[in-house]
Structures are given as C-alpha cells and as structure tokens.
C-alpha cells in the first residue's frame, strides 16, 4: 500500500486546510485509515481514524474543528481542518491498518497501523 500526503501549505490563525492522501496498491482498498501529526522534537500524535463503515474517532481536543472522511471510490482520505491554530503547525502524516476496522478510541495509536506516507507540512502563523 502507498499512501500520498497533499493539501498541506502556510494558512493564518483561524483559517482552514484540507489535506488529501490517495492511496494506491493491490491492498489498498477497505482498510482503517487515519490521520496522525508530529511537531519536531515531539511525539506522533493520533488525530482521526475512519473505518470502511465510516465510523470515526477524534483525539478530542481536536473534535471540534477537524474532519476526516474518506472517497473509496476515489480510493482517498481526507482531513478537513478549520479555524488553525499555531499550535495545529505540524508535518501531518496519512496511514493506514491492514484491517478494516478501527481499534476504538480516543485518538489512533501509531503501533496499530501499518503503512505511512511521507507526509505534508501545515504551518499556521
């Protein structure tokens, strides 16, 4: 499976960016797809995960303003992210699980997926 990050770019304080990853490969279709973000020098972080039913999960503090979704017909994942923050600057990265279904919880960990893209940058200043 390769996952390819877009859509990320520089955006001032309460604007919005929606990022892209399409995926392609012979098992790319029907997985557990999620959305993740790291600050150099920090931890990966969990923002959203989305199953083949469409069933979600945010990190909470992020609920409110981020939404993923996905277009299996266009095989892409989508991450819709309004009113940006500066602390919302990150390389934002794509992923997905060889299975279809999503652990349930508060946030995606990062050991349950199995495939990375290279990421995309947001900067918001």
């Known amino acids: 499976v390769q996952l390819v990050e877009s859509g990320g770019g520089s955006v001032q304080p309460g604007g919005s960016l929606r990022l892209s990853c399409v995926a392609s490969?012979?098992?790319?279709?029907?997985?557990?797809m999620g959305w993740f973000r790291e600050v150099e020098g920090k931890s990966r972080e969990g923002v959203a995960h989305?199953?083949?039913?469409?069933?979600?999960d945010y990190r909470p503090s992020l609920k409110d303003r981020f939404r993923i979704s996905r277009d299996d017909a266009k095989m892409t994942l989508y991450l819709e992210m309004n009113n940006l923050t500066p602390e919302d600057t990150a390389m934002y990265y794509c992923?997905?699980?060889?299975?279809?279904?999503?652990?349930?919880?508060?946030?995606?960990?990062?050991?349950?997926?199995?495939?990375w893209g290279q990421g995309t940058q947001v900067t918001v200043s």
């Open positions: 490969g012979n098992d790319a279709k029907q997985k557990c």
């Open positions: 992923a997905a699980r060889t299975a279809s279904w999503c652990y349930s919880a508060p946030a995606p960990a990062m050991g349950d997926f199995h495939y």
């Open positions: 989305i199953d083949v039913t469409g069933r979600t």
